[in-house]
């Protein structure tokens, strides 16, 4: 198993996608500010979810935001978009440059703690196209964060992702890598993480 810490110009995925990581993208007072507003003024809900027909409660808390009405459904939940936030924007701005995209909508998770986690998927719904890209932000508390290519799943990256980091991933990466945050028995505090997306 390989952990990487920071690779920000060089594609962590070695066939079939294109992830890169920028550890300490943001600042440590833009980290501070960011966290505060997020956790204290995003609408956050903890939505059920079905998993092999199963209603279960995701163990997270969610929310949807966007500069479009457009919805967005996976794992049998259809989330409306809030209208994007300052901080949001602000956010959106400082990673659009190095995406190469506008981003026109964004998924947010709160893990309170070690136990909320996110299970293995892709992000390959219709809605966000043929080879989408995502830029995920995170604020908070460090977690490993795994990609596993889809077929051969001993093709393994284990990233940890710190306060402030800024992962790229692109090209063909949710047709053929899956990727998780997995529950941790470590004491943890809270972490935000933001992926945003272009709805079509």
């Given at each position: 198993m390989q952990t990487l810490l920071f690779d920000g110009d060089k594609n962590l995925l070695p066939y079939q996608g294109e992830a890169f990581l920028f550890?300490?993208?943001?600042?440590?007072?833009?980290?501070?500010?960011?966290?505060?507003?997020?956790?204290?003024?995003?609408?956050?809900?903890?939505?059920p979810i079905k998993i092999f027909s199963k209603e279960v409660m995701q163990p997270r808390l969610t929310a949807w935001y966007g500069d479009s009405n457009k919805p967005y459904t996976y794992s049998g939940i259809t989330m409306k978009p809030l209208r994007f936030t300052p901080a949001l924007l602000a956010i959106k701005e400082k990673i659009e440059p190095l995406a190469k995209v506008k981003f026109t909508s964004a998924l947010l998770n709160l893990y309170r703690d070690g136990k909320d986690s996110m299970g293995w998927h892709r992000d390959n719904e219709k809605e966000?196209?043929?080879?989408?890209?995502?830029g995920s932000v995170s604020f908070g508390a460090a977690r490993t964060f795994k990609l596993r290519h889809y077929e051969n799943k001993k093709e393994l990256r284990t990233i940890e992702l710190i306060n402030g980091s800024f992962l790229l991933m692109a090209g063909e990466t949710q047709h053929y890598w899956e990727h998780q945050i997995s529950k941790t028995s470590n004491q943890v505090g809270p972490r935000i993480n933001i992926t945003f997306r272009v709805i079509l």
């Open positions: 550890q300490q993208f943001f600042t440590k007072t833009e980290c501070e500010v960011y966290f505060e507003e997020l956790l204290n003024g995003i609408e956050w809900n903890q939505e966000l196209g043929t080879n989408p890209v995502i």
